[in-house]
């Protein structure tokens, strides 16, 4: 039983409360055209990461991977410098962000590349891989290439017993994700279905939650597409149907002008406006616990 962070082995009882989907460092420009998507703001987000340390986080699961810019150098600069604990991903995005090397090579490939930096680590660096992650779906779709990554995500879990995250996009395809996943045997347990917040919708959380997924409230304080007060409504009707041990929570922050200094909401944001809500609507402290330590420590943990 183990999870392996930048600063390598960390213990039980050390993971702490642990915002489930971030990016510390991102650069999806170069499909995306905006120059707001090279996030590489990183000295504010060292200041951001010694704020939220400071007010009781103490782990980041960092889900930038293959093609999105995933840098160790930077993720091992801000631990140093913020002392916030960071939990590292292997694996690829989506479609149209997925690299040559995901395109061109034949899915086994994919399979042990996976498998390699969840057991020795990631090229020469000795630090290890933690989870499979985001790997993505389009919107209402699962391309030919998704499915292929799928289908690797999916084999090196199996080998592994490493947990997988995703990404929908605006919340659609997660039933389908599952049901592919399921395909392959994968135990969902092991699954946490992405940006489910950007469609809430009742009936399709309920079908998530009864296969044994966990969903991820992850954009929180992003209300382009849900209030907060949507949020606040739908994790308060999972935790009422029995579901609170397949909740976590993160914001997903992608952009620098995300960030509080460029006028943005920044990482404290969860802990300052949103948990304050779910305390007004009557989530008692032992299940924010719960959704931020409890559950994230038995997804990330491995059975080795
Ligand atoms: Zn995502």
């Known amino acids: 039983m183990a999870i392996y962070g930048i ?4 213990r039980p009882g050390q993971l702490g409360k642990t915002y489930m989907h971030e990016h510390l460092y991102l650069d999806l420009s170069r499909i995306k055209g905006d120059p707001d ?20 986080i103490s782990t980041i699961v960092e889900v930038t991977n293959h093609g999105m810019g995933r ?12 002392g916030i604990q960071v939990v590292v991903s292997t694996g690829f995005y989506k479609d149209p962000f997925l690299p040559a090397a995901a395109l061109s090579q034949p899915v086994g490939e994919l399979v042990k590349m996976m498998i390699r930096e969840l057991d020795e680590g990631i090229e020469d660096s000795g630090i290890r891989a933690q989870l499979i992650g985001e790997i993505g779906t389009s919107k209402d779709q699962m391309t ?36 592919f996943f399921k395909g392959f045997g994968v135990d969902l ?6 940006h ?6 009742v009936e399709t959380h309920l079908r998530i939650a009864q296969t044994g997924a966990t969903l991820a409230f992850d954009t929180i304080g992003k209300v382009n597409y849900a209030s907060d007060e949507a949020r606040v409504t739908h994790i308060k009707g999972l935790i009422e149907r029995g579901h609170v041990e397949q909740v976590v929570l993160s914001q ?25 809500k779910l305390r007004a609507a009557g989530v008692k402290e032992t299940e924010i616990q719960q959704m931020l330590e409890n559950n994230p420590y038995r997804i990330l943990d491995r059975k080795e």
Do not use: W
């Open 189 to 194: 347990e092991k699954v946490v279905v992405g």
């Open 252 to 276: 997903d922050l992608t952009r620098k002008s995300h960030l509080k200094e460029n006028g943005g909401i920044g990482y404290c944001y969860m802990l300052e406006e949103f948990l304050p």
């Open 71 to 82: 840098d160790l150098e930077r993720m091992q600069r801000i631990v140093k410098e913020s």
């Open 196 to 201: 489910v917040d950007l469609r809430c919708d």
């Open 144 to 179: 030919e290439m998704e499915a292929k990554v799928f289908e690797a995500a999916a084999r090196a879990h199996r080998e592994t017993g490493a947990a997988i995250s995703t990404h929908t996009t605006l919340g659609t395809y997660a039933l389908e994700q599952l049901e």
């Open 7 to 10: 600063g390598g082995e960390i």
């Open 37 to 56: 998507t090279h996030y590489n703001a990183t000295d504010l987000v060292i200041e951001e990461m010694k704020q939220l340390k400071a007010k009781g």
